[in-house]
């Protein structure tokens, strides 16, 4: 049997008969369990994501669907005979299938071998022609379902790109240009897709077209926002221009194929990691690999070393690779149950802030959140008794991750950041000294004092010489643009023209880094919604800009701006609560926004209640990356449609 959600969720036999999976709910939980990607997924979880208000009797319906879908699985299992497909797992369920027998896995597979090898080719052409529609297209209305279209929509776009470059690199790619066409056209801020266009012109001889091309490109950037495009397109305009007769696209070379035992390659991956971009990228993908190999040895220390030796310093709350996160927050769960609670106290602590930094807060349901909350208390608790410094601000990064409980709770963030600060400062731990001052730098900027964050920016920059952190002036270069656009709204300021040119220059920035996906998507946008908000003006309607996870809060306001008041109204209705993480202030005040605006005054009171914590931060600023302006602003807007205050 195989499973299918590269489309519509279904399941087709070994003779390709389909099996009738039942209604909805049915192929939800056969779904969610996929998206687990094997690991167990407890009832608490399920019964979270399958209903937004869950009934009275939701376990018990769940136990239902999940037998039905174990007799459609499994017709021919004799009675009494335990399941061999949909498993019951501790708490949970699981669903255990070999991962090419899962189109989604094959996908992800495929594409992660041909990231590392050309070779890999043919199976990346086959994961991409087998995507029927939107991942989990049946799957509406849940906010699992739509983390997940997000997350696999911008990797298909990557393999796209990814096999264009991978044919023209080994000297084909001539029959690409329709394909790359019809790509630029769809997703027109995709540089690399503009370049990989433009080499596939000069492969096929057309030179011409492909300077055209990049004219183009560089013709819509100027007009949209100002600014020419990145070095790789400049860069390959001239070899063009300069007559070259093939044009091949920058490689980075990685280590590959050496046989190193798990704690060398944790400890090889820790030091990379700490390169950001494309490095952290193969780092963690190392590190995943390090823990298996440690788990398959049998040795529970070694495992508990391996898992905790990663101790990089970590920021946002959103997971670059949230299955990954998961897969190592499992395997540090189980390795702590083997330790047992008498185990060693500094391999528990590891453990335990393991489990808080990986389980980023936007990815988790409330059972999730409360057991991620726990760890990094614990961890926390341990690393004090232990007075290990090192490990100390390890499990206080865990505790900063798990921070985002709800909105207005800066000031407490930058309690967390200074301690970090100091321990780094007094022990020699330049890294976690960075770490203190961008918490601090974002805990500031969401307090709206620009001065103290402009201070901690310029000591992080400072500090990322000698630690070699080259993401530390991506990040500040975001910041001095979110500060740009909060003086644009102020009298004498500059032009909001000059703000939306810097957010494009950080965004160009951030892109060069290899995008780290967990806070990459989306940002761009939702800055430029945030300064046209500043300044009284509707939310851009360009269908070019890619929203990323926040769609759902930013979409009304596109249709008003579209004056599509009803299609905005039912958007507003269907736009869950926000994630816990850096911007829930910012969405909750988009909330609150269109709220105001339509005149949905029980929304309305939802968001105020949200909000009136956070009444003295300003909106996005959490960040460090963006604003939307004073909380109290949408505080007001929603009170006043609630008929409160």
């Known amino acids: 049997m195989r499973i299918d959600v590269l489309g519509a969720v ?53 136990r239902t669907f999940v037998a039905a879908l174990r007799r459609a699985i499994e017709p021919d299992r004799p009675p009494r005979t335990p399941p061999r497909v949909l498993v019951t797992e501790g708490p949970g369920y699981a669903l255990c299938l070999p991962r090419d027998d899962v189109d989604v896995h094959r996908f992800e597979d495929a594409l992660a071998r041909a990231r590392r090898t050309p070779d890999a080719l043919a199976d990346l052409d086959a994961a991409l022609a087998a995507w029927r529609g939107p991942a989990y297209a049946d799957v509406t209305g849940s906010a699992w379902a739509q983390r997940e279209r997000t997350r696999l929509e911008e990797l298909r776009l990557e393999g796209t790109e990814l096999r264009a470059r991978l044919l023209l690199d080994s000297g084909a790619g001539a029959e690409l240009v329709a394909e790359l066409g019809a790509h630029v056209t769809e997703h027109p801020w995709r540089e690399p897709a503009w370049g990989l266009l433009a080499r596939a012109l000069h492969r096929a001889g057309r030179q011409a077209d492909a300077l055209a091309t990049l004219r183009r490109a560089r013709t819509m950037l100027v007009d949209q926002l100002g600014l020419d495009p990145g070095a790789d397109l400049r860069r390959l305009e001239t070899d063009i221009l300069h007559g070259a007769t093939t044009l091949q696209s920058p490689r980075t070379v990685w280590t590959a194929g050496l046989r190193l035992g798990p704690r060398t390659t944790v400890e090889l991956a820790r030091t990379l990691a700490l390169a950001g971009g494309d490095a952290l990228v193969h780092s963690r993908r190392d590190r ?18 391996v898992i905790g030796g990663y101790d990089v310093p970590a920021l946002w709350s959103r997971a670059d690779d949230p299955e990954q996160s998961r897969a190592v927050v499992a395997a540090a769960e189980r390795t702590l149950t083997a330790l047992g609670t008498d185990g060693p106290a500094d391999l528990r602590a590891r453990l335990l802030a393991t489990v808080a930094v990986e389980s980023r807060s936007a990815d988790l349901s409330g059972t999730g959140s409360r057991r991620a909350g726990q760890a990094a208390r614990e961890a926390e608790a341990l690393a004090r008794e232990l007075g290990d410094p090192a490990l100390l601000v390890f499990a206080l990064n865990g505790v900063f991750l798990q921070s985002f409980t709800r909105p207005g709770l800066a000031a407490a963030r930058d309690v967390i950041g200074a301690e970090i600060l100091d321990l780094a400062t007094r022990h020699e731990l330049p890294n976690f000294a960075v770490l203190g001052r961008l918490i601090r730098l974002q805990s500031a900027s969401a307090l709206g004092d620009l001065d103290a964050a402009t201070a901690h920016a310029e000591a992080a920059e400072r500090l990322a010489v000698s630690t070699e952190a080259s993401l530390v002036p991506v990040l500040t ?22 703000a939306a040119a810097h957010y494009r220059a950080a965004e160009d920035a951030l892109a060069g880094t290899g995008g780290m996906p967990g806070l990459h998507r989306g940002l761009f946008a939702l800055a430029l919604l945030g300064l046209r908000l500043l300044h009284g003006r509707p939310a851009p309607t360009d269908p070019a800009l890619d929203w990323g996870p926040y769609r759902p809060w930013t979409q009304p306001l596109v249709l008003l701006a579209r004056n599509r008041d009803e299609a905005a109204r039912t958007a507003l209705t269907m736009a869950p609560e926000p994630p816990l993480d850096h911007m829930q202030e910012a969405l909750w005040c988009l909330t609150a926004h269109a709220a105001a605006r339509l005149g949905e005054r029980l929304v309305a009171a939802r968001a105020a209640t949200a909000l009136r914590a956070a009444r003295t931060e300003h909106a996005g600023a959490a960040s460090g990356m963006l604003t939307l302006g004073p909380v109290a602003r949408y505080l007001a807007e929603a009170e006043a449609c609630a008929g409160e205050g």
């Open 288 to 305: 995943l690999a390090a823990v298996q190999a440690a788990e398959r040895t049998g040795d529970i220390d070694l495992t508990a070393r």
């Open 477 to 498: 270069g975001w910041f001095r643009a979110r500060a740009t656009a909060a003086r644009s709204a102020a009298p004498g300021g500059p032009a909001a023209a000059t």
């Open 10 to 62: 279904r399941a087709l036999r070994d003779d390709g008969t389909p099996v009738d999976l039942g209604g909805p709910r049915h192929r939800e939980v056969l779904a969610r369990l996929v998206a687990a990607g094997g690991r167990m997924v407890a009832t608490d979880t399920l019964v979270d994501d399958l209903w937004a208000e869950p009934p009275v009797r939701a376990v018990g319906a769940l």
